[in-house]
């Protein structure tokens, strides 16, 4: 017979919410006790700066989540499996629910886990959330998984989206496991002086997820054009709510279906961007060299630079490139933590192809330095901008940034937003940047600003050449 008193151990990932939470739900409604757990595992430890500072101030706002209902977040560093095994032993749980990741190195260790747990006794489930559909439900007419987004998006537009499900209440155990310290983690070491510059950027949280779901439906009307547009507030700011579970893709769906049938126009375009959220983990799922190398395996000859200290991606780095709107890109991503999305094709269009830079050295600095850093999204759009990922922009799309600039800001507000070189009264947040950067880069606002690193003529012209040396080679 079930003890009804062995808890169950729920183990947050990315997945720092109490709503649209299935695996949470499951447990709840055995009606056993909840031991609420993160771990600082090697994965998590494997974070860049920014996402990894971004996870503490998720935890430090799930924790308190917690607390208003009565539980609490128990904290443990270590091996994972190694960790549970020793819960288990302490409190006598009986069972370890999570929800799934779905990149490869995730993959294992929870297969390797719910093994051993397996062989142990103790019931291992794992549970859908971080997705709107698991990546082995949706396929082609053939039964293979979408290689193209289009088609994918028309297979998914008329499928039902589960409706979300949540808790308001967990049975607490009769007696708590110890716990380690949020603050002795030190998750924002690696953000040095940078960390007091984000965080007025950041509202970390479920409620704040929330908050921020609703502004953007009031606005979401606007979504198809504004969205593009630097010099307006017309993105969703959802990414990292998105990345760290703090609100759940299904609640989002549900949300913006809601508005759409009391006639809010506009939802469709934003409903198909979350979709190609959804084709970036499908594709990293079914192919995962997405993350380590070129999907397609005819760029592997390509002649990209591969040297990240080389001076041009030095300066690309330091958002000194001589390019104003690849420059203001660059600087909102260290000022706030993220980058408007026109902003980020911009910027890798010109590293990859103006500076032609191999497209995981932009990758891998991205992954450093955003807070809503997604391991699907960032390799997913670095590789569609570079030309060597699925249903990617021809190589030959070179974005020129001037006719870019004009298009997406043309009264320049976005570039007076970023940068201060050349103002007489520069903005806060111009001059914020260089508050945020590291010493060791010796910056200062009374600067000149930098000429080109490469004349764009040029740098276009080397990487048609290269295109094409490619394709006859």
């Known amino acids: ?97 999570w929800t799934r990741a779905y990149d490869p190195d ?23 959330g971080h997705l709107l559909f698991e990546p082995w439900t949706v396929a082609t007419k053939t039964g293979q998984p979408f290689r193209v987004f289009t088609p994918m998006w028309r297979s998914v537009q008329g499928r039902e989206v589960a409706t979300p499900e949540g ?11 110890t716990s380690e310290n949020l603050t002795g983690w030190n998750l924002g070491a690696a953000m040095n002086r940078g960390a007091a510059v984000v965080a007025p950027f ?10 921020a779901l609703h502004e953007f439906l009031d606005r979401i ?72 190398g070129n999907w397609k395996p005819g760029w592997d000859t390509f002649p990209w630079n591969t040297d990240a200290d080389h001076p041009s991606v030095v300066a690309w780095r330091q958002a000194r490139t001589g390019i104003p709107v690849v420059d203001a890109g660059l600087r909102q991503m260290y000022v706030t933590g ?4 026109r902003a980020r094709m911009i910027v890798a269009s010109y590293l990859t192809k103006h500076l032609m830079t191999h497209w995981k050295i932009g990758m891998n600095w991205f992954a450093d ?22 249903d990617a922009s021809p190589f030959f799309r070179i974005f020129n940034p001037l006719t870019q600039q004009e298009k997406f800001d043309p009264d320049g507000v976005y570039l007076k937003h970023w940068i201060a070189e050349g103002q007489t009264k520069p903005s806060a947040t111009a001059v914020a940047y260089f508050r945020a950067v590291p010493h060791s880069w010796a910056l200062d606002p009374a600067e000149n600003y930098p000429s080109p690193v490469v004349d764009l003529a040029t740098g276009r012209a080397r990487a048609l050449a290269a295109y094409e040396g490619r394709k006859t080679g």
């Not at 771990?39 to 974070?47: E, K, R, S, T, Y």
């Not at 996870?55 to 917690?66: I, Y």
């Not at 886990?113 to 062989?119: D, V, Y």
């Not at 993220?338 to 999305?341: G, I, K, L, V």
Request: charged share 20%.
């Open 106 to 128: 995730a993959i294992d260790r929870d297969t390797r886990i719910k093994s051993a747990l397996a062989e142990q006794g103790v019931e291992a489930k794992s549970f859908a």
């Open 167 to 177: 808790v308001s209440s967990i049975k607490a155990p009769l007696n708590w496991p």
């Open 202 to 211: 950041v509202r970390p949280g479920e409620i704040a997820a929330f908050e």
């Open 221 to 292: 009307q606007d979504y198809s054009h504004d969205r593009d547009c630097l010099d307006l507030e017309g993105t969703s700011d959802l990414s990292e709510y998105l990345s760290l579970g703090e609100i759940g893709p299904r609640s989002v769906w549900h949300a913006v279906q809601r508005a759409a049938m009391n006639g809010t126009q506009g939802t469709d375009a934003y409903l198909r961007q979350l979709v190609w959220r959804e084709f970036a983990y499908h594709l990293m799922y079914h192919t995962p060299r997405l993350l380590s």
């Open 338 to 341: 993220r980058m408007h999305n």
């Open 1 to 97: 017979m079930e003890n009804k008193q062995s808890p169950i151990i729920m183990w947050f990932r990315r997945d720092l919410r109490l709503s649209d939470h299935p695996a949470l739900s499951a447990a709840a409604q055995t009606g056993r006790p909840i031991l609420p757990v993160f771990i600082l595992d090697d994965l998590a430890q494997a974070l860049g700066a920014a996402p990894k500072w971004r996870l503490g101030l998720g935890l430090e706002a799930f924790a308190q989540s917690l607390s208003h209902i009565g539980s609490r977040l128990i904290l443990r560093r270590g091996d994972a499996l190694t960790v549970l095994q020793n819960l288990i032993t302490e409190t006598g749980a009986s069972g370890v629910y």
């Open 369 to 390: 330095c955003l807070i809503d850093w997604d391991p699907a999204a960032n390799a997913m759009g670095w590789q569609w901008v570079a030309g060597s990922g699925p």
